[in-house]
């Protein structure tokens, strides 16, 4: 089975920041990898996902992640952060192929962006 | 398209209490999954369906119940809540599971047990 691990449980970043998000999944094989995000009273939205060919792909609002096979990781980042980005996002892995039981999430990480 | 919809929004149940959560899909989509999130603790699957009459146990299924007879809808059951179940629910669908099962949720249901 996987698992997935988000470093951070809580950031607090300015306005104008840069933002890197830590994941890192637990497999043997081949995954497909996501994050979600969920903006405060609303239910969860996928910003981006991998499933093969360049590792680096980019998502909705100026998202982007970097799939690291060697390191296990899919670190989810922004160049700037705006206050709208106030949101809980979550890392989710699910085996290629296969994995009916869904996706496995991380436990999430809390971002406040302070104006 | 709605999407996936779920009823009701709010719910307070007393222990010992039963009750469904409603969950509808109309993106003709296989694969239906309930979650459920509590802080810190990110989203545990507890159960899912990859069609209609097939259902089968997540992460965290005990005192859940679900059946799938059509495949638009996916109800969950409480079977006697506990103080435990007190959690936000999402229900989730995707196409046909493969290497593309990126999932569509529900907007959530916020259930608490006194």
């Known amino acids: 089975a996987q698992s997935v691990s988000q470093h951070n449980h809580h950031v607090i970043l300015s306005e104008a920041a840069s933002l890197e998000l830590g994941c890192n999944y637990s497999y043997g094989g081949t995954v497909n990898l996501f994050w979600y995000v969920q903006y405060p009273g609303q239910h969860l939205q996928l910003l981006l996902k991998?499933?093969?060919?360049?590792?680096l792909v980019k998502g909705i609002k100026g998202f982007e992640a970097e799939f690291i096979k060697s390191k296990f990781s899919f670190n989810l980042r922004k160049p700037s952060v705006q206050w709208s980005d106030t949101a809980e996002y979550f890392c989710?892995?699910?085996?290629?192929?296969?994995?009916?039981?869904?996706?496995?999430f991380g436990k999430g990480t809390h971002l406040i962006i302070q104006p | 398209n709605a999407g996936v919809t779920q009823t009701p929004k709010f719910q307070v149940l007393k222990t010992g209490q039963s009750m469904t959560l409603q969950c509808a899909q109309d993106m003709n989509h296989e694969y239906m999954s309930w979650y459920r999130q509590d802080p810190g603790m990110g989203l545990r699957l507890i159960h899912y369906s990859v069609g209609a009459g097939i259902t089968d146990q997540g992460e965290v299924p005990n005192g859940y119940n679900v059946s799938r007879s059509t495949t638009e809808d996916f109800p969950l059951r409480l079977l006697s809540a506990a103080p435990s179940q007190t959690s936000v629910y999402f229900c989730?669908?995707?196409?046909?599971?493969?290497?593309?099962?990126?999932?569509?949720f529900g907007p959530g249901t916020r259930l608490t047990v006194l």
């Open positions: 989730a669908s995707s196409p046909w599971r493969g290497p593309y099962n990126e999932q569509f």
């Open positions: 989710a892995v699910n085996a290629a192929g296969g994995g009916a039981d869904g996706l496995t």
């Open positions: 991998y499933f093969s060919g360049d590792p």
